[in-house]
């Protein structure tokens, strides 16, 4: 009665060191094409940069217009004419060996510097809209809601158009949308979406969706 349960056992052993041994196999060669792909990226040569998609900050149809008065606005102002004055490309999703096949590795310390500009921007625009919603304090006082919503609809429909992946950002704007009955933009907002490369993508594609729904 032992015997086909040592058999078993020896089976089980037999596919577990296989398994084991297949996944390391696995890894090296995951880890050796990683390395030469950093190799040939570390000896790829500078590239022209001026095809870049660079992004320009269209200060004059943003809402600056909007609470300018405070002194929070004011920063956010500031932080932003600060950036339109910076090269900025949306690299999210894209690693430093991506870029250095692409554009040659001299320029690497360009490229991230871009990439983190982008990062702010993006940042920016988010913070900007979430304090324009606050119903609270001194701003609600001055301005009426539902400008402050406007005003934060836009600034979020340009952060998505430029390539933000920030989930908080989409969530924001597709209650605004829900809010205003604007549901038809939902499509559009999925179609943006489904352009991100970061893991933040399927989370995004699936609020649009339960929106979409009405599950949202």
């Known amino acids: 009665m032992k015997y086909p349960f040592f058999a078993s056992f020896i089976v089980f052993g037999f596919l577990f060191s296989f398994s084991l041994k297949k996944r390391a196999k696995n890894e090296k060669k995951y880890i050796d094409n990683f390395w030469e792909r950093e190799r040939l990226a570390n000896s790829t ?12 900050v269209p200060l004059n149809s943003l809402p600056l217009d909007i609470l300018a008065e405070l002194p929070e606005i004011q920063a956010f102002h500031e932080k932003l004419r600060e950036l339109s004055e910076q090269k900025i490309v949306n690299f999210a999703g894209y690693s430093n060996t991506d870029l250095k096949l692409a ?12 990439d983190r ?22 701003a609600a006082q001055i301005c009426p809601e539902e400008e402050r919503k406007q005003a934060a609809k836009a600034i979020l429909a340009y952060a998505v158009s430029v390539g933000s992946d920030i989930s908080a950002t989409y969530e924001r704007l597709i209650k605004l ?5 604007e549901t038809d933009k939902l499509p559009k907002l999925k179609e943006q979406a489904e352009k991100i490369h970061t893991l933040s993508k399927g989370r995004i594609i699936a609020m649009i969706e339960n929106a979409q729904n009405q599950e949202f």
């Open 103 to 114: 554009y040659g590795a001299p320029n690497i310390n360009l490229l991230t510097e871009f």
């Open 177 to 181: 949308y829900l809010e205003s009955g």
């Open 45 to 56: 040569r500078r590239k022209p940069l001026e095809t870049l998609d660079y992004i320009a």
């Open 117 to 138: 500009h982008f990062e702010e921007l993006i940042t920016l625009l988010q913070e900007w809209a979430a304090f324009l919603l606050q119903n609270w304090g001194e």
